[in-house]
């Protein structure tokens, strides 16, 4: 399996994904920039997720956020991490924000950043063949009972209705 790209975490992702137990589905990122702001976050919450051995998370220094940065965390009330997040796509040309966090979503958009969160990660993990489609409707089905992840039951229920659909021939 061929590595995929560099990406940097916001907290929620590796949060979520630890509740479902499901880290693994990172596991094809050569690495996942953790910056100190997200690390002393996940360390709050789900210290575990830290320590993962088939993940590689690279803890990153804070780095000075630019004008464009601090403008943006203003303009969409980003949190410490998020802003840490974005400055270090920012800075370091990385095109991939993994975030359940809206506001820092629409921040990414506006500096052309991509940004997948905790659903679009379990959708890329059949996509990428780490789980089976049944394994993610599995995960996705116990999402509002064994996670902190707030999402509409409606959209959910539309990503459990793509997955069924787009992978009915292997369920």
């Known amino acids: 399996m061929t590595k995929s790209a560099l990406v940097v975490a916001d907290a929620g992702p590796l949060i979520h994904l630890d509740e479902l137990a499901a880290l693994d589905v990172l596991s094809d990122y050569e690495a996942i920039l953790v910056p100190n702001a997200v690390r002393l976050e996940v360390r709050r919450h789900r210290p575990l997720a830290l320590q993962q051995a088939d993940i590689k998370l690279i803890r990153q220094a804070p ?9 943006l965390a203003a303009l969409y009330t980003l949190h410490h991490g998020e802003r840490e997040a974005l400055t270090l796509c ?53 999402i509002p009972q064994q996670t902190s992840l ?20 292997e369920l």
């Not at 958009?109 to 991509?114: A, C, T």
């Open 90 to 142: 920012f800075n370091h040309n990385i095109n991939l924000l993994i975030t359940d966090d809206t506001a820092a979503r629409l921040a990414a958009k506006n500096l052309n950043i991509s940004a997948h969160g905790t659903l679009g990660l379990l959708i890329r993990a059949v996509r990428q063949r780490l789980r089976t489609p049944s394994e993610v409707l599995a995960l996705l089905a116990a």
């Open 63 to 71: 780095l000075p956020a630019s004008a464009r940065i601090n403008a």
């Open 150 to 169: 707030h999402i509409r039951p409606s959209l959910l229920s539309d990503v459990i209705f793509q997955v069924r659909t787009e992978w009915e021939n």
